[in-house]
């Protein structure tokens, strides 16, 4: 069965399509569509702010047919993720782009709006990657992190599977704070849009952290709380870059507080919450192609091995794209695909609605 997985986070940067032989997971094809700087400013507008109905509903069906253009050949099936515009873990989660509208023009069924079978479960909503960590990163002798860092950082946390002989219920998971998210406003702002993202942290290396604004920053209560818990826009866009602005320090020291900030609150969160100490992390998304944010992260995590999620049999851009044509596929074969140990759900449930093209 070839199944297209289509993932747009949190960065609001585009559309990742990934083409994936089902059940092998083989990585068969893999694209990415920026999105334009309009459509981007659009998307900002009804995520976490005051806005029209009218804007979130057009929006709605018009992603839906930029996802369609966006897979380069027919498939059997589709998993869409949706453009998450507001998440309030265990209470409620939007992520638009219609799968009747996709299902139609695509001419194949789609499985989408993933996250709220889990929060109707009791659970967070998210991490819902985890599934899939598991998959491919279990070892018997090794704890293993897995990280991601898009618009925000989540980790998964999978134990060695002896002599405990542990299993996907023993998987811990969560959010960890800000990923690129609060780099890329910062970025964004100091060179008047013209740059989405400090590239290779070059910016935030000229800068210096500035120490009294990170232990401010670190004293959020959201670091010391237990998983399951889940963040996004609502937390870290933009009243939180307002802030950071009206510091008046250079923007080049608020980008290398706000890397030390992302590196900081994953290196804690893996350190204070996994059960065993690690011994490889192993990165994903737009934030590991960051070397000066890696770096920082290394240094926080003596002994553990670093690489990047590419060597372990998944593709390192095309990751968070392949999970979700994976969940689909569970959907679609009636299995339950949350992870109820990272979510917080009571249950496992079978995710997402299925959306069938016209005959």
Request: contains cysteine; hydrophobic residues 45%.
């Amino acid at each position: 069965m070839i199944v297209a997985g289509i993932m747009s986070g949190t960065s609001l940067d585009g559309i990742d399509v990934a083409i994936v032989d089902m059940p092998s997971a083989r990585l068969l094809d893999f694209r990415s569509r920026s999105y334009s700087a309009a459509l981007r400013r659009r998307l900002l507008a009804v995520s976490n702010a005051e806005c029209h109905t009218r804007d979130i509903a057009r929006l709605h069906f018009e992603l839906a047919e930029l996802y369609a253009k966006a897979i380069p050949q027919r498939v059997d099936l589709i998993g869409c993720h949706g453009q998450t515009i507001y998440h309030e873990g265990r209470r409620a989660t939007l992520q638009i782009g219609d799968g009747s509208v996709l299902a139609a023009r695509a001419g194949a069924p789609v499985v989408c709006d993933f996250r709220p079978a889990d929060i109707a479960a009791g659970g967070e909503g998210a991490p819902l990657v985890p599934f899939v960590d598991y998959r491919f990163f279990r070892h018997p002798r090794r704890t293993r992190v897995a990280l991601n860092i898009g618009g925000i950082a989540n980790i998964t946390i999978i134990p060695a599977r002896i002599p405990a002989g542990a299993s996907l219920d023993d998987v811990i998971a969560m959010d960890t704070g800000p990923g690129n998210m609060v780099m890329d406003a910062l970025a964004a702002h100091a060179t008047n849009g013209r740059l989405r993202y400090d590239r290779d942290g070059r910016m935030a290396a000229r800068g210096h952290v500035n120490r009294p604004l990170l232990s401010q920053l670190l004293r959020a209560p959201f670091y010391r709380r237990r998983p399951p818990k889940s963040a996004g826009r609502e937390e870290y866009g933009a009243q939180f870059v307002t802030r950071l602005l009206a510091t008046g320090l250079p923007v080049n020291d608020l980008l290398s507080t706000a890397a030390a900030l992302t590196a900081t609150t994953i290196a804690h969160a893996i350190q204070r919450f996994s059960t065993t100490p690690a011994d490889d992390l192993i990165a994903s998304g737009g934030g590991a192609r960051n070397p000066f944010l890696m770096a920082q992260l290394a240094a926080f995590l003596p002994g553990v091995r670093m690489a990047m999620s590419s060597e372990f049999g998944l593709d390192a851009h095309a990751k968070e794209a392949i999970a979700f044509a994976l969940l689909a596929y569970e959907t679609w074969r009636k299995r339950p695909s949350n992870v109820p140990s990272a979510t917080g759900a009571r249950y496992a449930s079978i995710l997402g609605k299925l959306c069938l093209p016209p005959r």
